[in-house]
């Protein structure tokens, strides 16, 4: 909980620092998101300035850059191409050593064979600047593989399916609801039992074999027997899209702010709200602050960062 007499905009600060330490870097591996360079020069910036601005501990501009050129230097060698020289000293001003940085990669680049591109260069700076980081919710991921990434754990209403999570004991046993989602339109509830689906008993099945049972197509229904402690109810619920805002918030009594932060969505991934996580926290955070919040609780309870699972639903029906 946190508690200075008075919810200031520095509280920005920490929050922006706990979302960014988990959070990987989007805006340097999702080619739809802009055009791309033929040196892949516009890519290993993008990932540079993330790192600098947004990381937790800001790194230093040359040995995030060495780290990246001590990796282009080691694949090139497997590659059985020519590696780039050393890298010299670079200045201390981030602007200045990118400067310094990227007319020597693009010399290098200009002269490779087709066997090692411009693209796979990128991709070892990218690889090698995230991984000096140390730390494990930080990584590069290839365009291919974060375009799947975005698909499931993007925020965006991607997936198809009934809306509701799974956990816990008994089997069935319905965690979440995506609001205004198939399952919320349904009458599905927290709390409510998953008995069978279209006949078929799920009483002992496990969750893999739930997302099986109700996974389907786009507008088909599926017939679900649920128990709510009063006997078994018939609910139809027609399949459709669904999303899990990663963030809620809201005033709880004595002056007390509560966000729940539910899942570390990419940066700069936009929510089907319209807005990107840290604008919306921004918002949430003012919104309390008008509200007259004294402290804040800032939950991150079931969050296992980035990858813990998707915030549209564990059945993933498509």
Do not use: C
């Not at 947004?54 to 995030?64: I, Q, V």
């Not at 005033?251 to 007390?256: I, K």
């Not at 539910?262 to 929510?271: A, H, N, P, R, Y």
């Amino acid at each position: 909980m946190y508690d200075n007499g008075r919810l200031q905009r520095s509280l920005l600060t920490p929050l922006r620092s706990v979302l960014f330490s988990l959070a990987l870097l989007a805006s340097t591996f999702a080619p739809a998101l802009r055009a791309q360079d033929a040196t892949g020069l516009d890519d290993i910036r993008a990932e540079y300035h993330d790192l600098l601005d947004l990381f937790y501990r800001p790194p230093d501009p040359h040995d995030l850059l060495q780290a990246g050129w001590t990796a282009l230097r080691s694949d090139a060698g497997r590659h059985g191409v020519s590696a780039p020289g050393p890298l010299p000293d670079l200045p201390s001003d981030a602007d200045a050593a990118f400067e310094g940085f990227s007319g020597l990669y693009t010399s290098y680049v200009a002269g490779l064979p087709p066997t090692f591109t411009p693209a796979m260069a990128a991709a070892d700076m990218e690889n090698g600047m995230a991984d000096s980081l140390h730390e494990q919710h930080t990584h590069y991921l290839p365009p291919a593989i974060m375009q799947r990434f975005l698909a499931t754990v993007g925020g965006g209403q991607q997936a198809v399916g009934l809306g509701i999570r799974f956990g816990g004991d008994p089997p069935g046993l319905i965690a979440d609801v995506a609001p205004d989602g198939p399952a919320a339109v349904a009458g599905l509830k927290a709390g409510d039992v998953i008995v069978s689906a279209d006949g078929k008993d799920l009483s002992s099945a496990d969750t893999p074999a739930l997302s099986a049972a109700l996974s389907g197509p786009q507008g088909s229904v599926v017939t679900l027997s649920i128990d709510r402690g009063t006997g078994p109810q018939t609910i139809p619920v027609t399949r459709g899209p669904y999303y899990f805002p990663p963030l809620e918030s809201r005033m709880l009594p004595n002056g007390v702010g509560y966000v729940r932060l539910s899942d570390f969505v990419i940066s700069g991934t936009m929510l089907p709200n319209g807005s990107e996580v840290l604008s919306d926290l921004d918002r949430r955070l003012d919104d309390l602050d008008a509200n007259g919040a004294q402290s804040l609780i800032f939950d991150l309870r079931d969050n296992g960062g980035a990858a813990s699972r998707p915030p549209m639903s564990s059945s993933g029906a498509s």
